[in-house]
């Protein structure tokens, strides 16, 4: 009786660190590494980023550093309409230093937080404030927003690739 009392516990033992092996490896990031121009597909978004040069902001927003920016084309892929922002899209650096979007206002393309209508394409800007050197490789990272609810995440080189 002892025996077959152990034989359970090992077995629910055994079961239990299979299911959290399962949720563990459901919910684990997965990353997908592109080159600047690539498409790539987080959530019901189809991203293609593309590395549009740097600047020193307007009278209004001045950079402590320089402002390097991007391009995105966004097209939501997807029935539903979703959710885009600059809190999705961070720079890494060489030394992994991540650095946020930063919203002035510079054209009326730059992203703040948008809407996408299903089947809609919408062409973005966005910069981060970093100590830029054109000899370093610049990622930027786009990550889906709470309400895609995805588990990719897109790492795109943009500079020295």
């Known amino acids: 009786m002892v025996q077959m009392g152990i034989v359970i516990v090992i077995g629910v033992?055994?079961?239990s660190m299979a299911v959290a092996m399962y949720m563990y490896t459901q919910y684990q990031t997965n990353f997908i590494m592109v080159k600047t121009g690539e498409p790539v597909v987080i959530g019901p978004v189809e991203y293609t980023v593309t590395f549009?040069?740097?600047?020193?902001?307007?009278k209004e927003t001045i950079p402590a550093n320089t402002f390097v920016k991007i391009k995105i084309a966004a097209?939501?892929?997807?029935?539903?309409?979703?959710?885009i922002s600059g809190a999705q899209f961070y720079l890494i650096d060489?030394?992994?230093?991540?650095y946020q979007s930063v919203y002035g206002g510079f054209s009326t393309e730059d992203l703040?937080?948008?809407?996408?209508?299903?089947?809609?394409?919408?062409m973005l800007?966005?910069?981060?404030?970093?100590p830029y050197d054109e000899t370093k490789q610049y990622n930027i990272v786009v990550r889906p927003s709470k309400q895609q609810s995805s588990v990719d995440t897109a790492v795109i080189c943009i500079t020295n690739c």
Request: glycine share 4%.
């Open 13 to 15: 033992i055994i079961i």
């Open 125 to 130: 800007t966005t910069q981060f404030d970093v």
């Open 112 to 122: 703040s937080s948008n809407w996408l209508e299903p089947h809609k394409s919408v």
């Open 75 to 83: 097209k939501n892929i997807s029935e539903e309409k979703t959710w």
């Open 52 to 58: 549009d040069g740097t600047h020193k902001g307007n």
């Open 94 to 98: 060489e030394k992994q230093q991540k």
